[in-house]
């Protein structure tokens, strides 16, 4: 039976409960998908527009701190070459990613919060906002940070951050995390960074071993609750190095690709104004995989602009997608891609979230508001 959507494409619709987003993520027949895949890019094109914003991401570095069971540069696996990119190799990625009109970049890397690392960061985003008079908008994600480290990056001119939950559940979480991983604190960072004054982004793995669908309902309250600027969500691919390999998922390839397109669409019918990436992740299970994502409410893509040389050693799981291409090669092939879907690419913008310049407006007409 195909699922009540909201059907006006324009209206908010709300907030959907817990049991109707939960029937979302379990309708997974053709018909059900199809509907509410419709629906929600009626959504997104009657809140966004029929197009996708463009942030070309920089993993500067698989340097990392941290041990997440999942992930393939986590810092126990010995299996890979360590680098670091200088700043001089970032502000010409970011260069690039200006000239090809991509408006935004992202830099990713490991989470570190030593002394050289912080200053180290700052300094890049600062000769970022020096190209072409502050035109390139800067995403970071960059982990768990202090408030103090949250304020300097932002005060060199970062404005938006990407940190995802992972597991809107603390119980699923600390089964995904060594033991000196904290959800209360990583939920904290994400009230942190709103206090800053960064649009912020979270997110979650789809599919990954241990996780129901109530947790994935839990995880578009969870993104609603707090009231994010922006979502980035993928399926979770294993990596052969990752000790969580050893844990099957319940969902094949195929099955978990478009669970992942039904959290894409539930997530836009729960926060219809606000950015959502089309991870690379669903490109490594389906070639179309991104374009999918658009097509189910998706807005953001995140091109890859990292040097090739450096590209197989940022393998947070198997199979990840354009490790011999470079820049120039996938952009011509995204164009291609986006067009082919009938949507537009926002050239030389930021495409900043529109819930948060909404938020903004709000605040400020409230009494007393800045
Ligand atoms: N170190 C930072 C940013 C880099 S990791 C951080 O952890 O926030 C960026 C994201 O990659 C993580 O948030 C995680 O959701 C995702 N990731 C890691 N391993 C993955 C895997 N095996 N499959 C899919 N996504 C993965
Ligand atoms: Fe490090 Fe991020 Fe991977 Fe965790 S997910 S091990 S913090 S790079």
Redesign the pocket.
């Known amino acids: 039976m195909e699922r009540e959507a909201p059907t006006s494409a324009g209206a908010a619709p709300g907030a959907p409960s817990r049991e109707e987003t939960l029937a979302w993520l379990a309708a997974d027949d053709p018909a059900s998908e199809e509907a509410l895949f419709r629906r929600a890019y009626e959504v997104k094109v009657a809140h966004i527009g029929r197009t996708v914003n463009l942030r070309g991401i920089v993993e500067f570095s698989n340097i990392?701190s941290?041990n997440?069971y999942?992930?393939?540069i986590r810092r126990d696996n010995r299996a890979t070459n360590r680098y670091q990119m200088t700043v001089g190799e970032i502000l010409e990625c970011a260069r690039w990613a200006h000239e090809a009109g991509y408006g935004s970049v992202v830099l990713?890397?490991?989470?570190r919060s030593d002394a050289r690392f912080i200053a180290f960061v700052e300094e890049a985003v600062s000769g970022i906002k020096g190209i072409a008079g502050g035109a390139v908008g800067v995403t970071l994600?960059?982990?768990e940070q202090s408030e103090e480290t949250y304020r300097r990056w932002f005060a060199a001119g970062a404005h938006r951050y990407?940190?995802?939950i992972?597991a809107s559940n603390p119980a699923l979480y600390a089964r995904l995390h060594p033991g000196d991983h904290s959800w209360e604190e990583r939920v904290e960072c994400l009230r942190r960074l709103r206090r800053v004054g960064y649009q912020v982004g979270t997110?979650?793995?789809i599919g990954i071993p241990g996780q129901t669908l109530d947790d994935l309902a839990g995880d578009v309250l969870f993104y609603r609750e707090l009231d994010v600027d922006m979502v980035g969500m993928?399926?979770?691919?294993?990596?052969h190095e990752?000790p969580?390999r050893e844990r099957e998922t319940a969902l094949d390839g195929p099955a978990r690709l478009r669970l992942a397109l039904r959290m894409i669409a539930a997530t836009r019918l729960a926060l219809p104004d606000i950015n959502i990436a089309a991870a690379t992740?669903l490109q490594s299970l389906h070639p179309e995989g991104r374009e999918m994502g658009i097509r189910a409410g998706a807005n953001i893509i995140m091109p890859n602009v990292t040097p090739t040389k450096y590209r197989a050693q940022y393998q947070?799981?198997d199979g990840k997608p354009c490790l011999d291409e470079n820049a120039a090669m996938c952009r011509g092939c995204l164009a291609r891609r986006i067009e082919g879907i009938g949507e537009t690419i926002a050239l030389n913008s930021w495409g900043d979230s529109r819930r948060f310049a909404r938020r903004a407006k709000e605040e400020g007409s409230r009494p007393g508001g800045a």
Do not use: D, F, I, T
């Open positions: 990392c941290k997440c999942y992930c393939g990713q890397a490991g989470e994600s960059l982990g990407l940190l995802r992972e997110g979650v793995m993928g399926p979770y691919v294993v990596h990752a969580l992740a947070l799981y």
